[in-house]
């Protein structure tokens, strides 16, 4: 099974799990901070992808964890339940995906914004309300450069891309002209 389908699967779980109870962004602040730690730490992570390394010791290693972070009673059942599943090591891709699901129910969508050059704030607020028109969403935007776009701005929300960048334009217009 993919990690991408074990992240929806284990974030959905999670997400209605903690918006019964109303303490959605502590578990989600907590989540980030251990995914953080599994990302940065290759030992932390080779612990509990190693398959030689008896559960028990991986159950010790989890509680240590736990006792140094103190996460809520939520996020540490949570970690227990993903290691006892096996899937520990997706903590990453799954707090990636429990913010996603997270926004979505309360009605906030991301969408990435990458441009050739710094966009000022007039055409950062024009890009907002047009996202914002289009999602029928509160936008959260983040912002990127790539100057080998050329110009022009591509925009992701979700897995949809808008590309309206001078590179693909160039790369269409010689397609055209070589293909007839």
């Known amino acids: 099974m993919s990690n991408e389908i074990i992240a929806r699967r284990y974030s959905t779980a999670l997400a209605d799990a903690v ?71 997706a903590i990453a891709e799954i707090n990636d995906r429990f913010g996603s699901i997270l926004e979505e129910r309360s009605g906030v969508v991301s969408a990435e914004i990458t441009s050739a050059r710094e966009l000022p704030m007039g055409e950062r607020a024009e890009f907002e309300k047009n996202l914002q028109k289009i999602t029928g969403k509160k936008v959260n935007i983040s912002y990127s450069i790539d100057e080998n776009i050329i110009g022009g701005v591509v925009t992701r929300i979700g897995s949809t891309v808008y590309d309206g960048s001078v590179r693909t334009k160039l790369e269409t217009l010689k397609e055209q002209l070589v293909n007839g």
């Open 19 to 89: 918006l019964k109870k109303g303490d959605a962004e502590p578990v989600r602040a907590e989540l980030e901070m251990v995914g953080n730690l599994f990302r940065e730490n290759n030992e932390l992570r080779g612990v509990f992808d190693n398959p030689a390394i008896a559960h028990i010791n991986k159950e010790k290693v989890l509680d240590a964890l736990i006792a140094k972070t103190k996460p809520s009673t939520t996020t540490a059942n949570f970690l227990k339940v993903l290691l006892q599943n096996g899937r520990l090591s």
